[in-house]
């Protein structure tokens, strides 16, 4: 089965860019999601189709997507970005979803 | 405005059965794929399967094929998620989730574009 791969966790301090990546075979083949999920609450849409953003969704997100690896970019992170984020492709009719990585503003 | 209330906590023993429900409102129901996904205490998104109001057509992850039943009536707007006999390691939060775009199929080309609130099932003897 498609596995998605992500790292537990990324630190940025305030201000800074926060890249998280999610890496699969042939990744750059499919299309990538994101979704951010903070503590309590359900996961919200702010990347589709590797680099779109949903409306209302600031433009500090950014994503993209290349060969075996997505990235999601978050310019000038803020403390209200503290958050879970999933990356998601399609495996035929499946859905399949990164381990997922928990981004802290230090 | 798109929304998708869910069905309120459960508490079960192991070995009863369970209905939780999805109620779409603001969009037409039959019209948009609903999945399902469980998020286990403290861990990330799994993909149970999705239907189609539609037709009710309905595909199954692999992992949760047998484990569980999808099913829908378009005639009240809303999605349901089964278990004939639960199990300890049922207990999560689950969510559903509705396409953000009208499509024949589910495909690559498709995001989760709205979640419901979720539903926490707990089985504890």
């Known amino acids: 089965s498609y596995e998605l791969t992500q790292p537990p966790s990324v630190s940025v301090s305030p201000g800074q860019t926060a890249s998280i990546t999610c890496s699969g075979d042939?990744?750059?083949?499919?299309?990538v999601y994101w979704y951010q999920q903070k503590p309590g609450q359900s996961p919200v849409l702010v990347i589709y189709?590797?680099?779109k953003r949903p409306s209302g969704i600031p433009e500090r997100f950014s994503g993209s997507n290349s060969g075996n690896t997505a990235t999601l970019t978050i310019s000038g992170t803020q403390a209200v970005d503290e958050a879970d984020y999933y990356c998601?492709?399609?495996?035929?009719?499946?859905?399949?979803f990164g381990g997922g990585t928990k981004v802290t503003a230090l | 405005e798109v929304q998708l209330e869910q069905s309120g906590a459960e508490v079960k023993k192991p070995g009863e059965s369970l209905k939780i429900s999805c109620k779409g409102s603001?969009?037409?129901?039959?019209?948009?794929?609903i999945g399902w996904v469980r998020q286990m205490p403290g861990k990330g998104l799994e993909w149970m399967g999705i239907?189609?109001?539609?037709?009710?057509?309905?595909r199954y992850s692999p992992s949760f094929q047998g484990q569980v039943s999808i099913s829908a009536d378009k005639s009240t707007s809303t999605a349901y998620l089964q278990w004939s006999s639960l199990q300890a390691s049922d207990t999560a939060m689950y969510y559903c989730?509705?396409?953000?775009?009208?499509?024949?199929?589910?495909?690559?080309?498709?995001?989760?574009?709205?979640w419901g609130q979720g539903t926490q099932v707990t089985v504890s003897s």
């Open positions: 989730a509705r396409l953000l775009e009208v499509v024949v199929v589910p495909s690559s080309k498709s995001a989760l574009g709205y």
């Open positions: 603001g969009y037409s129901f039959a019209s948009y794929w």
């Open positions: 239907i189609y109001p539609g037709d009710s057509d309905t």
């Open positions: 042939k990744l750059g083949d499919k299309y």
């Open positions: 189709q590797d680099n």
């Open positions: 998601q492709a399609w495996d035929t009719s499946t859905v399949v």
